[in-house]
């Protein structure tokens, strides 16, 4: 990674980071990984400066490092082999699929929606990992249809449909194979994260306890189901977690229900954190995978079973930035310094959902000290719009800057929305110096294409 802040071939330090002064300018490993300053002191991403990218495609914009996102994807084969699932959740579109698809990596779908931009994208039904808590008959029969790679299985009601696509004579799908299931559970693991993305605790909507018997109950039921194979176990703990001791812990919980199973297969779902701010320090995918196999052979997991996961964030997150344009800069003596832009909680709704930090620079001069204390807020009617509640930016800030927020490729353009009716921006996909708009700007057109 070009590093102006080391310059000189002097070493990059590695975690944790070198904490620099709270004006200092914007931490170089919360920027993508081709990140370089131009001539004129710009950042480009991709060899793509970004102030010449906003003003060719305009603002508010997702620009995603191409390399990046590659680079992610072959860390996630390298540590947990072919075939490890994307969690499309985080970022999908057809360019990402045919992406995460190239790198060999296999497709997470949550939903019917998700499965038909995934197959739109050439995914084929075998690189399919179905997911959800409430499939429906109509979801279950389009999985069967497109011959899916495995079912991951939730809840009881989904075996009883199962089952009812079975006697409909539904199930004998066009792959000339029983399809794989896999049964979630719950391992009784409290990760530490926000509340509203944990997943592993007893109390939960997601899968089957492991500690009640339902897990055991659900797995006899699923082995008698024709058409079907019951290959393995998953579970998924939560997001955005930063201990690796939590998979360790949760892998503990998974052997010996493999094992009493002879399963063939063991999904640990995904859930790696990455970092937002300055200070916070995640371990990468490889450290990750190495921990994951490490605590494998410690609780005695077979080594003929296969041991995958589903990360999601760790692949997109820092791969990309938003591209916003600053539209006014309100100082209100004593109080504080609100900077509004031109997008908000309608293309990133982290801030308001669950608290999480972001950061602010200037794409014109990213090496800039960022000594001026503001809080950067959207255009939406409600005073929760903020996108960075404590951002730091150049003192010579003016109206019509390109500002930029990094670590934004997860769960922002996947989770955006039309509030106020705004227009959901395009996704920009830069590399080798070009770029290239992988999903286009709506349109008004757009916003009233399903009015009758
Ligand atoms: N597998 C399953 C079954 C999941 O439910 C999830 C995420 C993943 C994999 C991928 O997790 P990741 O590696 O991205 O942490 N909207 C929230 C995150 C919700 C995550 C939901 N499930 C956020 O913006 O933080």
């Known amino acids: 990674m070009t590093n102006p802040q080391f310059p000189s071939g002097a070493p990059v330090p590695e975690s944790p980071a070198p904490a620099s002064p709270p004006d200092g300018p914007i931490h170089w490993d919360l920027l993508p990984d081709t990140s370089a300053v131009t001539g004129d002191g710009h950042l480009s991403v991709g060899g793509v400066d970004l102030v010449q990218l906003a003003e060719e495609v305009g603002t508010p914009a997702f620009v995603y490092d191409e390399d990046h996102l590659r680079a992610r994807c072959r860390e996630a084969v390298a540590g947990f082999g072919p075939g490890v699932a994307y969690a499309t959740k985080a970022f999908l579109c057809k360019a990402m699929a045919a992406l995460a698809l190239e790198e060999k990596m296999a497709l997470d779908v949550s939903t019917g929606g998700e499965m038909a931009v995934a197959l739109a994208g050439g995914a084929s039904g075998e690189h399919l990992v179905c997911h959800g808590n409430n499939k429906s008959s109509e979801e279950l029969a389009a999985a069967l249809r497109a011959g899916v790679g495995r079912i991951v299985v939730d809840s009881f009601d989904e075996i009883n449909r199962l089952r009812a696509l079975v006697t409909a004579g539904l199930t004998s799908g066009s792959v000339g194979r029983r399809t794989r299931l896999l049964v979630r559970v719950t391992p009784g693991i409290e990760a530490h994260t926000h509340e509203f993305v944990k997943t592993g605790q007893e109390d939960t909507k997601f899968g089957f306890s492991l500690a009640s018997g339902a897990a055991a109950e659900a797995a006899d039921a699923l082995r008698g189901l024709a058409d079907f194979e019951l290959v393995g176990v998953h579970a998924h703990i939560g997001s955005q977690i930063f201990e690796v001791s939590a998979f360790v812990e949760e892998i503990a919980a998974l052997v010996p229900f493999v094992v009493e199973n002879r399963f063939s297969e063991c999904c640990i779902g995904g859930g790696l954190g990455v970092a937002y701010v300055e200070g916070e320090v995640a371990p990468s995918i490889t450290e990750w995978a190495l921990a994951v196999h490490a605590a494998a052979r410690t609780a005695g997991l077979p080594q003929t079973v296969r041991l995958t996961a589903e990360p999601g964030r760790a692949i997109v997150a820092s791969a990309a930035v938003t591209l916003y344009r600053v539209g006014t800069i309100k100082r209100l003596p004593g109080l504080r310094c609100y900077v509004a832009v031109d997008g908000g909680m309608s293309d990133n709704p982290r801030p308001v959902l669950y608290g999480s930090g972001y950061e602010a620079f200037l794409p014109r001069a990213p090496l800039a000290p960022r000594p001026l204390c503001t809080r950067v807020v959207g255009k939406h009617c409600e005073s929760g719009d903020v996108i960075v509640d404590d951002a730091r930016l150049p003192s010579d800030l ?26 959901r921006p395009p996704v920009v996909f830069v590399s080798d110096g070009r770029h290239r708009v992988v999903v286009r700007r709506e349109t008004e057109a757009d916003l009233l294409a399903c009015e009758a």
């Not at 003016?398 to 227009?423: E, K, W």
């Open 398 to 423: 003016v109206v019509g800057d390109v500002l930029a927020t990094p670590v934004t490729g997860a769960y922002g353009f996947a989770m955006s929305s039309n509030y106020n009716r705004v227009l």
